[in-house]
């Protein structure tokens, strides 16, 4: 059913809660599974701030570093599991991000844990998953992720 399945995942242990359940449905459906990190934008300086471009930049090479290695670490263990897998790293607003690389991987599915926020702190945060919820026009897999390891997930 499913042929290529887009992952995006941060880094944090919430966002890989969505990883077993891909894994299972990777493995059911002989499917390929597309791990994304989205680098957001860095934020614009006001007219009379400064930046030491050198130090900025190194700091952004080492972001880059982190990201790949960590996509390329998720990489091998899903390929030690028999499962084909690819990365992407992508740039910008984490949503369209997601959107964008979805379209050009050609996704049949997008896969992604909710960090459960609700209320004022969903509002004042945003949320990348309703973000995608409302806008992508393939299924999407949401798995709410849990703060308490002793909680269950939904």
Known sequence: MYQTILVPV????????????VENLLLCNDAK???LKVEEE??????????DIEKYQKAYE??????NTYLNTLKSKFREKG????????FGPVVKAILNVAGEIDADLIALATHGFSGLTRVSYGSVAAGVLQAAD???LLIRSCSNKNEEMS
Not at 62 to 67: F, G, Y
Not at 83 to 90: G, M, N, V
């Open 138 to 140: 393939i299924p999407i």
């Open 62 to 67: 080492k972001r880059i570093e982190l990201s």
């Open 83 to 90: 499962i084909h897998t690819d990365t992407r790293l992508a």
């Open 33 to 35: 599974a597309v791990f």
């Open 10 to 21: 941060d880094g944090s242990k919430r966002a890989e809660a969505i990883l077993r359940h």
């Open 42 to 51: 860095p934020v614009l300086l006001e007219r009379d701030e400064t930046i």
